[in-house]
């Protein structure tokens, strides 16, 4: 009896301290990133990339998805594979033709899925999703290293034969499947070209890039020098608040961004909190808004040159929202799967945002008249 009644006792001691740290925690989770849309443009279901390093065509498959609702109004799933499957292939042969001083990898930029659609058009992921290997997820870890073990050997062979290519399309082939040259969609039959023109009413040469580097001639076009910018391709070179205003143009009258710069930072958190900042001061856990950085473009420069800042990941811009302190965030798709915090979405802060983007795509009416002059852009 006197066991029971003293385990009754430390039950009611115990019970108010932890209503009173319950209390605590709940007061604390309301103070840490609730978020409220601004503006938000469409889009479809979040993929995951899987084992792969082509998020540079699920970020921008994303984007021209939510271009394609912008445009038609119809909602199309793309394949996220139809454009690593010819972009590999004019990488082997560049690759070759730099005698391997070039850079083959997984990797790539926005306007890798924009140069493919110009030479073989874009297909529905129901036509071509590329999951030979695993029926469920995308793996490429095997495939890269044949892949790149046949063009090291037709360099190394010193006198590459005629049929090298062949054998490389073959082994894309047997890792993703072929190519499509005809396809049925929703009953009616098309070419990818015809695909991407008459159905998607996508236009490649409407699609542009934009990148802020201080070092490079401002509002010209200027080569990024990145290791993903494989093809050497130009983009726009704007200021750091240009950057900002024509992106916030952009999501303002409906369109979205394929966005691509560094996610290393201590705070890119796609887990707990779904956001990424870049705090002021060193803290290990985001208990609250914290203060972060001052987004200047010695900052920002400081840090591409030293290399905190590269160009490792791209995601889909598709809005912005503000904390409940009224700051400014921009809400990203990421390609990392749905199973995380807002349902695989985060949110990056105007300081990041400033900081850490390498470059964008956007379509051209996305930027505002007076700086598309200025670019020269039609």
């Known amino acids: 009896m006197k066991k029971v009644l003293l385990l009754l006792l430390i039950l009611a001691l115990a019970i108010p301290a932890l209503a009173q740290d319950a209390e605590k925690k709940e007061a604390k989770k309301d103070t840490v990133y609730q978020f409220t849309m601004i503006k938000e443009i469409p889009a479809l279901d979040i993929i995951s990339q899987g084992s792969t390093g082509t998020c540079w065509s699920f970020a921008t498959t994303s984007f021209l998805e939510s271009e394609i609702i912008r445009l038609t109004g119809k909602e199309i799933d793309l394949s996220e594979m139809f454009f690593p499957r010819h972009a590999y292939t004019d990488k082997a042969d560049r690759y070759v033709r730099l005698h391997g001083m070039g850079n083959f990898s997984q990797g790539g930029q926005a306007h890798d899925v924009t140069d493919q659609i110009r030479k073989w058009g874009m297909v529905p992921n129901s036509v071509y999703d590329g999951l030979i290997v695993d029926e469920e997820r995308h793996s490429h870890g095997e495939m890269v290293r044949v892949l790149t073990g046949m063009v090291d050997a037709v360099i190394k062979s010193r006198r590459p034969t005629k049929v090298w290519k062949q054998a490389f399309e073959a082994a894309i082939d047997v890792y993703l499947g072929k190519s499509p040259e005809f396809f049925e969609y929703e009953g009616v039959s098309y070419t990818p070209h015809q695909f991407a023109k008459n159905l998607a009413k996508i236009n490649a040469d409407d699609y542009i890039e934009i990148t802020s580097m201080a070092h490079l001639p401002m509002y010209e076009k200027v080569l990024l020098d990145v290791p993903d910018n494989w093809s050497h391709s130009l983009y726009y070179n704007v200021s750091m608040e240009d950057l900002e205003s024509i992106a916030d143009h952009a999501i303002k009258n409906g369109y979205s961004i394929s966005w691509d710069g560094d996610v290393s930072e201590k705070h890119f958190d796609s887990k707990t909190h779904g956001v ?85 795509m956007v379509h051209k009416k996305g930027i505002p008249k007076k700086l598309r002059k200025k670019l020269g852009i039609k």
């Open 276 to 360: 990424a900042i870049i705090a002021k001061d060193d803290i290990k856990e985001l208990e609250e808004i914290v203060e972060e950085v001052e987004p200047t473009v010695e900052l920002r420069q400081e840090t591409y040159d030293n290399f905190q800042s590269t160009d490792d990941h791209l995601m889909h811009l598709r809005g912005v929202a503000k904390d409940q302190k009224g700051n400014k965030y921009y809400l990203i798709k990421n390609s990392w799967g749905s199973d995380r915090i807002h349902g695989g979405h985060l949110y990056m802060s105007r300081t990041f945002f400033l900081i850490k983007t390498t470059a964008f």
